[in-house]
Structure formats: structure tokens, C-alpha cells
């Protein structure tokens, strides 16, 4: 077990060591604080503040958005006039952005974490075989299981240490720009079961949790591709490519029984939630199992190939 925890710590290291990985954290850093600049600096995009005549506005709100619906000839505001009206049904007065709401917002920036994770994954092990370092990795007294898994572990720690640090700067970068709501406050959310009010703090962790499952299962199938082909180009070429076009695949053959067993169609467990499932007859269960089996196969493949592969010539 020592042995384990001291290849994870080395592949940490060298994946923290490198100046590129935080020219990617700087990167992410300035993209989230860059949203709540240009929120706070531009007029038109700012955010409404509520105050106690909260009702009144509200309906001027509605009535703002109705205009723009018929203007537009289209009911893009919907959902927005929905959760207001249920504010004024239920007499609950709205929540003023705030640090919480920006975070929640900068969730889709887990895209980009997943992105990096995902060069990471491509290169941990095709980079052993560039540098012929390869060798001098696995003439150690310590299988190749617990190298793999080493490898494995730490691409993931990695993303875990992104990820927060994400949250961490969208906070930081919301509460500086636009206040502090408190602890735990309360927000409106579409669901299947209609409108319900929830904590906001929740609400990001389980967002934040949906975009885990993409990125574990993006990332391992770049890990697999680069153990396979011991190129990291090819394995981010491909990983950025599903990931970027996982959900146009989805949709180009979604006419058919057989797309709902794609990966791509399983990933995004919050249609679920949200009752907007994107193939009939899918169902949670059978999603995390699908899910399970593609995760078991890339895994698989990884190892097959790492432990059988002769190093004599490499």
C-alpha cells in the first residue's frame, strides 16, 4: 500500500510540476472571474437587484418577457415567467444574485475541467513511452496493476483538485462582484415533478455532480485509447472530439431502438431530473448500468494492453 500511495503521490507531482498545468488553472481562473466582469461592467447584462417592492417588479418582469416572447415569436422565457409566477403564488420573495447563483451558473465551465482532464489522462502513460521512461518505470519491484492504477488515481485527483478549485474562483469572483446570500439560501429550479424551491447549495453540488460522470467517463476512455495506442495525440484528438460532438452523435441516430445504448445517450443523468430523457424507454437504472459496463470495458482494455505489452524493444 506504501508503494501505491508513493506512485500516486510521484504522478501528482509530475503533473503539478509542469508549467502547462498552470497555465491551464490561470486559463480557468481568468474564465470564471471573466464572466462576473463582464456581468458587473455592462448594464444591459446585469443582473436584477430586488428590493422590498419585490411583487411589483416581478410583474413588471413578466410582463418584459411576454413582450419579448411575442416579439420574438418565440417562448424562450418561459421558464423564467414560470418560476415568477410561482414566487408570487407562494409569496416567496426572490433571491438577489449573488456569489451562489454565479457558481451555479459557471457550472458549465466543468466542461473545460473536463477538457483538461482529459490531456492529462491522454499523456500520463503515452508520455512514458515518448520520453523511454517506460522502462526505468517498470524494472521497479512494483506490478504493473499498481503503476496502472497510480496513473489512474491521480488523473482523477487531479480533476477532483480542478474542479474545486473552480468552485473556489467562481465563488471568490461572485461574492467580490456581487455579494454574499448567505450560507444556504433558497432558489426556484425546473424539475420533472414542475417548479420546486430548493437550497442553492444543493442545487451546485448535484450539478457539479452530474458533470463528474462525464468527466470520469470521457477520461477513461482517453486513458484507454492513449495505454492502446501510446499516443496522446490521437487519445485527445478523440477525447475532445466525443466530448465536444458526444451530444450531435446522440441526436443524429437517435431515431433508432439502438442509440439509447451509446455512451453518449447515458451521460447526462439529469434528464432524469428534469424529465427531458432524449430516447423513450430509458430509464435511470439502465443508464448508470450502461454506464458501468463502458467504464468496466475501457478499464479492462487499458489493462490488458498495459500488462501484456512487451517493453523490451521500446
Known sequence: ?????SLLYNELFKIYIRKSTWVMYIILGLIAVGG???ISAFDDVQPTEYTDNWKEELQEENEALHKDNEEFGYSFNDDRIMKNEYLLENDIRPLNYGAWQ???ENVGLVAIVSLLTIIIGSSIISNEYKWGTIKLLLIRPISRNVILLSKFIAIFVFGLFTMIYLFLVSMLGGAIFFGFEGFNPST???TANGIEYVPIVGEVMSEY??????????TTLAFMI??????????????????MGGNIITGIFSQYEWSKYLLFANLDLKMYETGNILID???LGFSITMLIVYFVVFVALAWLFFNKRDIVNQ
Open 209 to 218: 455532480g452530474y458533470r463528474i460522470v462525464n468527466l470520469i467517463m470521457m
Open 281 to 283: 424507454g430509458m430509464t
Open 226 to 243: 492513449s495505454t492502446i495506442f501510446k499516443n496522446s495525440s490521437v487519445a485527445i484528438g478523440v477525447g475532445i472530439f466525443l466530448l
Open 188 to 190: 426556484v429550479i425546473m
Open 1 to 5: 500500500m506504501s508503494n501505491f500511495f
Open 36 to 38: 462576473a466582469i463582464i
Open 102 to 104: 454565479y457558481t451555479l
